[in-house]
């Protein structure tokens, strides 16, 4: 039995949970119907709080203001993002120019470099020719050797 005691005390407390929720909703249905019968201009809700025919008027102003408001923030974002566009311009091209000196001081350094391997080739035709003079005067010499061997 206590378990059935204990069920119908948890179900009970369900439905009064559930009275209050919706005694709630009632509440914010209510307060929505009145607000929008206010915003459309019924008369009858307000005439003790707001002179007759104000309400449009207010409702005009609170719109302006939201609009000013609004156009006050895009104004602020939107030079605030110019400004930053700018600075982000003139970061590109520092870098640009960076990049480009960087890239003239490497083929610098590439064209030494090739240079230094063009001119090992050129030595090639130069250590020919010298080694050609080399054995050339030395064969000569031994030539003249043997000639002098021959006349003593």
């Known amino acids: ?9 948890k179900n009970q407390q369900g439905a009064e949970g559930q009275n209050d929720s919706n005694k709630d909703k009632k509440k914010f249905q ?8 206010m915003l459309n201009g019924d008369e009858s809700l307000f005439k003790a709080k707001v002179q007759g025919g104000a309400v449009p008027g207010l ?15 895009f104004i602020e974002k939107a030079s605030a993002l110019l400004d930053k566009k ?7 091209r520092q870098k640009r120019d960076e990049f480009e000196k960087a890239i003239a001081t490497k083929e610098k350094e590439f064209l030494k470099e090739m240079n230094d391997v063009f001119g090992l080739i050129d030595s090639f035709g130069d250590i ?25």
Not at 59 to 73: H, P, S, Y
Not at 128 to 152: R, W
């Open 86 to 92: 700018v600075a982000f311009d003139k970061e590109c």
């Open 30 to 37: 209510d307060g929505f119907k009145r607000m929008m019968a």
């Open 128 to 152: 020919q020719k010298a080694y050609a003079e080399t054995l050339g005067n030395l064969a000569g010499e031994e030539q003249q050797a043997a000639a002098g061997d021959v006349n003593a």
């Open 59 to 73: 409702i005009a102003k609170l719109t302006a203001k939201r609009r000013e408001d609004a156009e006050k923030l």
């Open 1 to 9: 039995m206590d378990n059935q005691t204990e069920e119908q005390v």
